[in-house]
C-alpha cells in the first residue's frame, strides 16, 4: 500500500509542474518547475531500486541540463519573454497527437499485466545489478558496440556544440 | 552485542523493544527509530557546524597574524553562539523586486544539499546513515542540488552584481566537476564498488588508496577546492569587482544559511578526502575498526586535517582570474584527469595479481614517474611561453641600442 | 531494516527541516519593520540602474555544453570502472577507447578556440 501512495505523490508532483512548466510566463521559473519534474522522475527510479538511474537523472538532468537552460534562457532578452502569445495556431493538432499518445501508451502498458496493486520485484540476495551492468556493457557479446557508439554520438554532440558557438560570433 | 562495537544497533535495539512494548507495529516502530537516528545524527553535524566557525576565525587570524576571537569563553570558543544569537535576532530583508520564493528557497537548498551528504559518510564500521550501492554519485547529486541553490539565489535577488556572481561561480563548479568525478572513478576502480563504505572497508585490508593513487587524491582536493568556491578558486565573491557575489542581498539567518553551509562543506570534503583516499575509519588509530568511538574520532580528525590543508590555500593564494581559472580546468586538468584514469587503469588491470608490495609499489611508482612526466612538460610550456612572451621586447631592446 | 532509498527520503526531508527551522525561529524572534528605503536593492552601495535581466556572454552557455558533454560520459565510465576487477584486459582497451574519441572532441573544441573565455 505504501509503494501506491508513494507513486502517486510522485505522479502528482510530476504531473503538476509539468503543467507549471508550460504555463507559466517567466522562463526562469519554468526551468525551476522543470527541475521539480526531473526530481520527481528521479524519486520514481529510486522508488523501484533503480539506483543507479535515480542518481544519474539528478547529476544529468538536473545539474547539468538544467543548467544549461537556465544559462540559455539568460542569453534571450527579457522583452521578448512577456511579450510572445504561449501557444500559437497548431495547439488543436499538437492536442490531437497528444492524444492519440495517450491511447497508444495505455494500450502498450495496459499489455504488460500490470494492475494498481503490482510491485516491484526485490532485487535478488547477492546480486549486484551494478556490476552486472558493466559486464553487460563490456562483454563482446553483449552491449559493448553501444557503449564505443555512444562514445561517437557524444563526439558528434561536442562537434554540433562547436559550431553552434561559432555561429554565435 | 557490544557497546564499544555497535552503540546503534544497542540503541536500535533498546528502542524497539520500548516501543514495541507500547504496542507499536515493528515497521512503524523502525520508521521512528530511524527518524531518531536521521535527528540525531544532523543535530550532531549542525553542533559540528558550529565548532568549525570558531575553528575558521580562529585559524585565519593565526594566518593573517592576529588573534581571533578570545573574549567569550576560553580561547573565544563560545563566540560562535552569541553570533548565532545575533543572526537569530536581525532583521530579515527581502529586498524589494527579488523573487520570494527563489529568494526563500535557495538557502535552505543551499545547506540542505551539504547536509544531504552526511546521509552516506561512514563514521564507523557500524555508524553510518545509509549505505547506498551509488554512494559516490550520490555525492555528485547532492553537489547538483548546490549548484542549483547558487543559482537561483543570484537570480532571485534582482541585483546584477549578485546574478554576476552566480554565473561564475556556477562555471566554476560544473567545469571542476569534470576531474572531480574522474578522481572518484579511481577509487571506484581500485576498489570495485561505488559504496562509499565499500571503499572505506575495502582499503582496511588492501592499504590506504593514497598509495595507490595519490595524483588520484591530489586532483580530488584540487576540484573540491573548486567546487567549494573557496580561495584561490572564489571568483563568486570578487570583493573588488562583484561586491560579494551570489548572496550579497542576503540578511540575517538567510546569509547566516549560506556561511554555515560553505564551512560545513569544505569539512565534509575534507572528511571525503580522508574516508575514500587515507583509509576511512580505521586510520590513523589502528582500533578504530573495532572501536566505533575511535572510529568517529578518526573520520573527524582526518576531516579537520584536510580541513585545516583546504584553509591553508585558502588564505595563502590570491585568487585567479576567470579566464584562467576555466583554462586551467579545460586545458590541464581535464586532460589530465582522464589520461590518469586510463594509466591507473592499465597498471591496476596489469598488477592486481602480483601480490601486495610488487601491486603497491608499482602504482606508486607509476604515480611518481606521471606526476614527474606532468611536471617537466609543464616547466617545458612554461619556458616556451615566457620566451615568447619576453622575445618582442628583446628584440625591440636589441634593435634600440 | 529500513529501504536504502527510503532512508535517503527520510534523510532529505530532515535534512530541508532543519534550515526551515532556523529561518523560521528567526522570523519569529527578529523585529520587522521594513521601509522603501531599507528594502531597495544594495546592489554595489549604489542606487539599481536599469534591469537585472542583463545578457551574458554566449561563452558561459558554450561551456555548460562542454560539461554536459563529459558529464554524461563519466556517468557512463562509472560501470565500466566498477567491472573492471572481474573483466579480463580487453574490457580496459575498451574503456580507454571510449574515452580517447572523448579527447579528440575535446581537443577537436580546444582548436577551433571554443575553450578561450574571449
Known amino acids: 500500500m505504501g509503494a501506491q501512495i508513494l507513486f502517486f505523490l510522485c505522479a502528482a508532483l510530476i504531473l503538476i509542474s509539468a503543467i507549471m512548466v508550460v504555463t507559466v510566463r517567466n522562463l526562469i521559473h519554468a526551468a525551476l518547475w522543470l527541475i521539480a519534474t526531473l526530481f520527481g522522475a528521479a524519486l520514481l527510479y529510486a522508488s523501484l531500486d533503480a539506483s543507479f538511474i535515480a542518481v544519474v537523472q539528478v547529476v544529468v538532468y538536473i545539474g547539468a541540463i538544467a543548467i544549461m537552460f537556465i544559462f540559455a534562457v539568460m542569453l534571450t532578452r527579457r522583452e521578448l519573454l512577456i511579450k510572445t502569445d504561449q501557444t500559437n495556431a497548431n495547439w488543436p493538432l499538437a492536442l490531437g497527437l497528444s492524444a492519440v499518445m495517450l491511447v497508444a501508451l495505455g494500450y502498450v502498458i495496459g499489455g504488460f499485466g500490470v494492475t494498481l496493486n503490482t510491485t516491484p520485484a526485490a532485487i535478488p540476495a547477492g546480486v549486484d545489478p551494478l556490476t552486472l551492468l558493466g559486464k553487460a556493457l563490456l562483454a563482446p557479446e553483449a552491449y559493448v558496440l553501444p557503449f564505443e557508439v555512444a562514445s561517437v554520438l557524444l563526439l558528434a554532440a561536442m562537434v554540433g556544440a562547436v559550431y553552434v558557438a561559432m555561429n554565435k560570433k | ?401 | 531494516m529500513l529501504n536504502p532509498w527510503m532512508f535517503v527520503g527520510l534523510f532529505l526531508i530532515v535534512g530541508l527541516l532543519i534550515p526551515v527551522a532556523a529561518i523560521v525561529l528567526s522570523a519569529l524572534l527578529a523585529p520587522r519593520k521594513p521601509n522603501p528605503i531599507k528594502l531597495s536593492t544594495y546592489e554595489c552601495g549604489m542606487e539599481t540602474v536599469g534591469d537585472s535581466w542583463v545578457q551574458f556572454k554566449a561563452q558561459y552557455y558554450v561551456f555548460a555544453l562542454v560539461f554536459l558533454i563529459f558529464d554524461v560520459e563519466t556517468v557512463f565510465l562509472f560501470p565500466w570502472a566498477l567491472a573492471l576487477n572481474a573483466l579480463p584486459f580487453f574490457a580496459v582497451v575498451e574503456g580507454i577507447v571510449f574515452i580517447l574519441i572523448l579527447i579528440a572532441g575535446l581537443s577537436f573544441a580546444w582548436r577551433k578556440g571554443m575553450l578561450e573565455w574571449v
Not at chain 2, 541585483?159 to 556556477?170: D, Q, T, W
Open chain 2, 1 to 401: 552485542m557490544n557497546f564499544w562495537t555497535d552503540p546503534i544497533k544497542l540503541a536500535f535495539d533498546g528502542l524497539m523493544g520500548l516501543f514495541s512494548s507500547w504496542g507499536m507495529a515493528a515497521d512503524a516502530a523502525a520508521v521512528v527509530i530511524n527518524l531518531l537516528g536521521i535527528v540525531g545524527l544532523i543535530s550532531a553535524v549542525m553542533v559540528l557546524d558550529i565548532l568549525l566557525v570558531w575553528v575558521e576565525r580562529k585559524v585565519v587570524a593565526r594566518f593573517q597574524d592576529r588573534l581571533g576571537p578570545n573574549r567569550v569563553g576560553p580561547w573565544g570558543i563560545l563566540q560562535p553562539f552569541p553570533d548565532i544569537i545575533k543572526l537569530i535576532l536581525k532583521e530579515d530583508i527581502t529586498p524589494a523586486g527579488a523573487d520570494k520564493v527563489a529568494f526563500n528557497l535557495a538557502p535552505i537548498l543551499s545547506l540542505g544539499s551539504v547536509l544531504f551528504l552526511w546521509a552516506v559518510v561512514p563514521l564507523a564500521a557500524t555508524i553510518y546513515g545509509v549505505d547506498l550501492n551509488v554512494g559516490l554519485l550520490y555525492l555528485v547529486a547532492a553537489g547538483a542540488v548546490g549548484t542549483l541553490s547558487i543559482i537561483m539565489a543570484g537570480w532571485s535577488s534582482n541585483n546584477k552584481y549578485a546574478l554576476v556572481g552566480a554565473y561564475r561561480m556556477v562555471a566554476n563548479m560544473i567545469s571542476y566537476e569534470i576531474p572531480m568525478v574522474v578522481a572518484l572513478l579511481i577509487p571506484t576502480m581500485l576498489a570495485g564498488t561505488m559504496s562509499i563504505k565499500g571503499i572505506s572497508d575495502f582499503q582496511l585490508e588492501h592499504g590506504l588508496f593514497f598509495f595507490l593513487t595519490p595524483l588520484g587524491a591530489l586532483l580530488f582536493l584540487i576540484s573540491a577546492i573548486a567546487e567549494l568556491g573557496r580561495s584561490p578558486f572564489d571568483l563568486n565573491e570578487g570583493e573588488s569587482e562583484i561586491v560579494a557575489g551570489f548572496h550579497i542581498e542576503y540578511s540575517g539567518m538567510k546569509f547566516g544559511l549560506f556561511y554555515a553551509g560553505e564551512l560545513l562543506h569544505a569539512f565534509t570534503f575534507g572528511a571525503f578526502v580522508g574516508v575514500l583516499f587515507f583509509g576511512g575509519y580505521a586510520f590513523p588509530l589502528p582500533w578504530g575498526a573495532t572501536n566505533a568511538f575511535v572510529a568517529v574520532f578518526n573520520v573527524l580528525f582526518k576531516g579537520m586535517v584536510f580541513y585545516w590543508v583546504i584553509m591553508w590555500v585558502k588564505y595563502t593564494v590570491p585568487r585567479i582570474r576567470i579566464d584562467h581559472m576555466l583554462a586551467f580546468n579545460w586545458k590541464f586538468l581535464v586532460p589530465v584527469s582522464f589520461t590518469l584514469l586510463m594509466v591507473t587503469a592499465i597498471f591496476h588491470s596489469l598488477l592486481k595479481d602480483t601480490g601486495f608490495w610488487p601491486y603497491t609499489l608499482g602504482m606508486f611508482l607509476v604515480n611518481l614517474i606521471f606526476g614527474w612526466l606532468l611536471l617537466e612538460m609543464l616547466r617545458s610550456r612554461g619556458r616556451a611561453e615566457r620566451e615568447q612572451a619576453e622575445a618582442p621586447s628583446t628584440a625591440a631592446q636589441a634593435a634600440h641600442h
